[in-house]
């Protein structure tokens, strides 16, 4: 297996709404990513996870909340999102944080906030 | 701070044709990698060269390749025999000791 899975694909929520997204990987990894990507922008680093334990917070703010449950599954909790937060969320994953192999990333979780 | 900058928001290119993307970085760091990965509307970023910093020999893939000019601090793309399927958002990415860092994106458009 050489993916990285991302559920859902799309999400509508509301501003009250708390909902989650979802990465899955089966590679061994032992660091993933988050990515937030506006339209015709390059990604943004938003965490950085290794071994399980946060690495990296590029200073996002507290309604977006990641969760390394284990070295397969990365989760990004959503709460009380505002509209400008509409974008596509990609995760990625690599060997080891810092090795220079590139990462695999999934199709990402397009996500509109209304 | 290394910055990575791709002057070409936009390009075209006639299939089968060759085109050329530009990228130029800035950083003080002497060991480092660089990358150009594809966006597709499919969404999925996908990797499409590799380049370590301290091999002066230019990386190619297929009809990919690269121009690598260390000193200049230069890393352009050339993609031979263009093809409908190229047609992408192509970021250059460097990643040096911390995490990985794209430059803005050139949207290429291969025409038949």
């Known amino acids: 297996d050489t993916e990285v899975t991302q559920t859902p694909k799309h999400l509508v929520m509301g501003m009250t709404n708390k909902k989650s997204l979802k990465c899955e990987q089966h590679?061994?990894?032992?660091?993933m990513y988050w990515y937030k990507q506006k339209a015709k922008k390059p990604p943004e680093l938003m965490f950085v996870?290794?071994?399980?334990?946060?690495?990296i917070n590029e200073s996002v703010p507290s309604r977006f909340s990641p969760e390394c449950p284990n070295s397969s599954l990365l989760n990004l909790h959503l709460h009380a999102l505002q509209p400008e937060d509409s974008a596509l969320y990609l995760c990625a994953s690599s060997p080891r944080q810092g090795e220079p192999y590139g990462y695999t990333f999934g199709s990402g979780t397009r996500l509109t906030v209304v | 701070a290394q910055t990575v900058t791709q002057s070409q928001p936009e390009m075209s290119v006639q299939e089968a044709e060759t085109v050329t993307l530009s990228c130029t970085y800035d950083t003080s760091e002497s060991n480092y990698y660089l990358f150009w990965y594809k966006q597709p509307p499919s969404r999925q970023m996908i990797l499409v060269i590799r380049q370590e910093a301290y091999k002066q020999q230019n990386a190619t893939e297929n009809r990919f390749s690269v121009n690598f000019q260390k000193a200049a601090k230069s890393f352009s793309l050339k993609i031979s025999d263009s093809q409908l399927g190229d047609t992408a958002m192509y970021f250059c990415?460097?990643?040096?000791?911390?995490?990985?860092?794209f430059g803005a994106g050139t949207r290429l458009t291969v025409k038949p």
């Open positions: 990415v460097f990643m040096g000791n911390n995490d990985m860092r």
């Open positions: 996870y290794s071994y399980e334990k946060l690495s």
């Open positions: 590679m061994g990894h032992r660091a």
